[in-house]
């Protein structure tokens, strides 16, 4: 506030009063001017003794009328110098002697400010009073009450003005500077709820604000203040509020332009009253000026906001935030000072978001930027994990070995050792799991992963098809751990050893054991399957269908209680007894009525009765079952049970009759008939499931090509989106074989976009695939049936193995096809067509590589052995005739092409048309 007063001072100087004017002799003026110098000098005491000795000479009416300039003046310069006492008696004089003087407002604020500093608070609080009654002077009264408060230590005192000042709102600058203050002092006070409020107050006011930047550093610190105190939505507020650096320059810039213009129309001649608003303009400007070249040598403080917002985020528990943060820090300052904590904390986030891929893509950056880096050990660590975490064994594998390596005494190396274990495990090298197991318990013998790594050495080597040694392992284990956390898991492997040494007795005698040891553990059911799988195997189908069911009790997962339902009906059925397979499968449809497997219950129900002989009861059951699920596409088995429905209904029932006078036995009518009830409650999933199983029962009753017709009708009636899955392959591949490759395209699409769990799913594929190969898209024919194979494989894996072929051999990766065409060449189950276009392909391999004999071999295998299949046989006869004319064997080419135009099998091949061309170029029709 001392500043104030002098700033007061020197606008009243050029108001003020010459020596010249108080008819001072010449060495007075003298005086006047050192005094003026010392006071500009801040000499205040020399000051304030040549104001008294100019005052002093002053005897006359007229000249003392205007001595108030330098009588206050006196007593700024008493007041700077701490002397309150004679600054009291200064601005006492003035008000006696100028009552009505413009100024006397603001000599009574002085007056006040000394009497405070001088601990009168009694007639300070008295001026301040009468100055405070004065809007025009209110806010500077209560701002320098504030002040002399905190000069003189009371800061309670100070808040009270302060708080007094704002309110009840903001509307003046000097209320602005004010909240600042008083936010400031909050903070100092840790009370960062009452600065928030206090900075919400200034919220869509920042024109009142005369220094942002202190505003924008309040803001910050109140973040950090809360963030301190871990109430982290608070600090995030605070930080949001927080403006650029960009924007405060700008915003400066833009205060000093309107500064400036308000200058320029200030300005007035000297000794005008209008110099004093001049002055103060220019001191202003001068101020803001000064204030942003400070600011603009400051560096930018974004960087370090942004890793407090970030940070915040993190630990509020909002991680992808927090990764946005990060990422925004990364990529806008790349070279900033915080970008090693930055890039830490980006992929510590991007890892417990369980982003594999992109917390990997960060560890190699940070390893490969920040090698030695305070966090390089863990980084390292972290890479393996994610990997481990998206099931990337090789890149787990790969970030483990170079993580021990480089950092062969990191703080991770014993959890790095074990994981690398795992890693190789995850990864089917058995065999290196087991060193990597080993390894570790060699250097850890009583490391914290003990145990598992003793039970996991085991288990690879049962992966390992090594059953005796890892039976020797298990037995290991569970000596030095009998009632480890793994014991009833090693313990089931056991057995599972010996039911590879097909050591069946010694499993039923020791199941027993195992479920009186471990009675309610959650393995139970697999347990008990593999009891039943040894009875089987014993061929002791009761026993075995005894054991199964149990399992199925016990089942805690769907694949061991589908395992052990469906392994149940088999035996049953194995003994012939159809009235316990229904049963079993009604028992499963009352006891889990909701569970995805009911449908497939109610086909064996269904299928039971028919063999009991109870056909008409079997339909019923079949419609009445289908009541629930028709309109539902996501229940493929469905399909199934029309299926079994249309197949009841090839023939007539025993007690049909049929004399012969008996109207003959329609077998799509009766069908028509029993699903009559289904169809007025059925949706477009369901209409076109009524016809699906039209479409099943035409080949059976010998009406074959009247199915084509089903499937183009179903496509143009029905969208694709309200069809299942079952009937969406029916449909694409109907589409396909009429030549439509567009429309099939987007109705595989849709199989494979909306049903991804179907077990349909593989037509997608294979339906995309075949596409893309009659496109000429080898490439991507070969991606899509790669995908059929190995990862979504289902009902037309023949399909896609042979597509997967054809494909390879179009890449001309001959050594590839070869070897998928002998397989399925000599797949049994695939025995037919597959097996003579697969031989056929073996001779185009040998062709298209110039081995001319050896195609000849495959060719004539084909029209030997498989006439059946007219489209194979016919090209195998125009290849093998060319074949044997690369050999200049000609005439054995020709005798081949007139062999092939004499089978009258082969009279509408389009192969016929190219046989007699050849035989016309060679002179031989």
């Not at 074990?418 to 570790?440: D, H, M, T, V, W």
């Not at 393995?523 to 195997?537: N, P, Q, R, T």
């Not at 008409?616 to 079949?622: D, N, V, W, Y």
Request: glycine content about 8%.
């Amino acid at each position: 506030m001392t500043v104030l007063l002098r700033l007061l001072i020197v606008l009243w100087l050029p108001l003020g009063i010459g020596v010249a004017q108080v008819a001072a002799p010449n060495d007075l003026e003298g005086a006047y001017n050192a005094a003026m110098r010392a006071f500009g000098e801040a000499k205040w005491n020399e000051a304030a003794a040549g104001l008294e000795k100019v005052i002093g000479a002053v005897t006359d009416a007229e000249g003392m009328t205007k001595l108030a300039p330098l009588i206050y003046t006196q007593g700024a310069a008493y007041f700077n110098a701490g002397n309150y006492a004679k600054a009291i008696d200064a601005f006492r004089v003035y008000l006696g002697r100028y009552p009505q003087a413009e100024r006397v407002a603001e000599v009574r604020m002085a007056a006040a400010r000394a009497m405070l500093m001088n601990k009168d608070e009694a007639g300070a609080a008295s001026l301040f009073a009468q100055i405070e009654g004065d809007p025009a002077l209110r806010d500077d009264a209560l701002l320098a009450r504030a002040e002399c408060h905190r000069l003189l230590g009371q800061p309670e005192r100070q808040l009270e003005w302060l708080e007094k000042l704002i309110a009840p709102r903001i509307q003046t600058r000097a209320q602005a500077g004010g909240a600042l203050f008083l936010a400031e002092l909050y903070l100092e006070r840790k009370a960062p709820g009452k600065a928030l409020a206090v900075l919400d107050a200034l919220n869509g006011k920042t024109g009142l604000v005369e220094n942002v930047i202190t505003l924008n550093g309040l803001m910050v610190r109140l973040g950090d203040e809360f963030a301190g105190k871990k109430s982290y939505p608070e600090a995030l507020s605070a930080y949001r509020r927080v403006r650029s650096r960009g924007e405060l320059i700008s915003f400066q810039k833009d205060r000093i332009a309107t500064m400036e213009r308000r200058q320029q129309a200030a300005a007035a001649p000297p000794g005008t009253g209008q110099a004093a608003v001049t002055g103060a303009l220019e001191t202003d400007l001068a101020s803001a000026r000064k204030l942003l070249a400070d600011f603009e040598k400051v560096p930018d403080y974004w960087p370090a906001l942004l890793f407090r917002m970030g940070s915040a985020y993190y630990e509020a528990g909002l991680k992808w935030e927090a990764l946005v943060v990060f990422d925004r820090l990364l990529t806008d300052f790349p070279e900033g000072v915080d970008g090693e904590p930055a890039l830490y904390a980006s992929l510590v986030c991007a890892s417990e978001l369980f982003l594999g891929a992109r917390t990997q893509r960060l560890c190699e950056t940070y390893l490969r930027k920040y090698p030695g880096g305070a966090n390089a050990e863990t980084v390292g660590y972290l890479g393996g994990v994610s990997a481990l975490q998206a099931n990337d064994a090789a890149g787990a594998e790969a970030r483990f070995r170079e993580t021990l390596e480089r950092q062969p005494k990191s703080k991770f190396r014993e959890e790095i050792r074990f994981l690398l274990g795992n890693a190789l495990f995850l990864k089917g090298s058995f065999a290196e799991a087991r060193e990597q197991y080993r390894i570790y318990l060699r250097e850890y013998a009583k490391g914290n992963f003990r145990e598992e790594v003793v039970y996991r050495e085991a288990l690879a080597a049962i992966y390992a098809g090594k059953y005796e040694e890892a039976l020797a392992a298990f037995a290991i284990y569970l000596k030095e751990f009998p009632d480890g956390a793994f014991a009833a898991d090693a313990e089931y492997r056991r057995l599972l050893c010996l039911y590879a040494g097909s050591s069946y007795n010694e499993i039923v005698s020791e199941v027993g054991l195992w479920e009186k040891r471990f009675p309610n553990n959650p393995i139970l059911g697999e347990v008990l399957s593999l009891l039943g799988d040894a009875h089987a195997e014993l061929n002791r189908p009761v026993q075995a269908a005894m054991a199964y069911g149990r399992a199925l009790r016990a089942a805690t997962s769907d694949e061991v209680l589908n395992y052990a339902l469906l392994q149940a009906g088999a035996q049953w059925r194995k003994q012939g007894n159809w009235a316990e397979v229904s049963r079993l499968f009604e028992n499963f449809v009352r006891e889990r009525p909701g569970h995805p497997t009911v449908v497939t219950a109610m086909y064996w129900i269904g299928r039971a009765k028919a063999r009991e002989g109870k056909v008409g009861e079997a339909k019923a059951f079949l419609v009445q079952s289908l009541q629930p699920y028709l309109n539902d596409p996501r229940r493929e088995q469905v399909e199934q049970l029309l299926q079994q429905l249309a197949q009841l209904c090839v023939r007539p029932e025993a007690s049909a009759g049929g004399g012969s006078g008996a109207v003959p036995y329609d077998a799509l009518e009766a069908l028509r008939g029993e699903l009559e009830p289904l169809r007025g409650a059925a949706n477009a999933t369901g209409k076109a499931r009524l016809l699906y199983a039209e479409a099943e029962l035409l080949p059976l009753i010998k009406r074959a090509d009247e199915v084509v017709k089903v499937w183009k009708e179903i496509g143009i009636q029905f969208a694709p989106e309200d069809l299942s899955a079952p009937i969406l392959a029916g449909v694409g591949d109907s589409l396909l074989a009429g030549g439509d490759r567009e429309a099939a395209g987007k109705v595989y699409g849709i199989l494979r976009d909306k049903h991804p769990r179907s077990a349909h799913l593989d037509s997608s594929y294979v339906g995309l695939g075949e596409i893309a190969l009659q496109e000429g898209d080898a490439a991507r024919a070969l991606r899509l049936f790669e995908t059929a194979v190995n990862e979504v494989p289902g009902a037309k894996l023949r399909e896609a193995m042979i597509g997967q072929s054809r494909a390879q051999f179009e890449l001309a990766r001959y050594e590839e096809a070869k070897k998928g065409f002998q397989t399925i060449a000599a797949y049994r189950e695939w025995r037919g067509e597959a097996t003579a276009l697969a031989i056929f392909y073996l001779g185009e391999i040998e062709f298209k590589q110039r081995r001319y004999p050896e195609s000849v071999a495959h060719y004539q295998r084909v029209f030997v052995a498989y006439q059946k299949y007219p489209v194979w046989t016919a090209r195998a006869y125009v290849r093998c005739a060319e074949a044997f004319d690369h050999l200049n064997r000609r005439q054995d080419a020709i005798n081949h092409l007139r062999e092939l135009l004499r089978n009258q099998k082969l009279r509408e091949a389009p192969e016929r048309a190219k046989a007699e061309k050849l035989l016309a170029e060679w002179n031989a029709l």
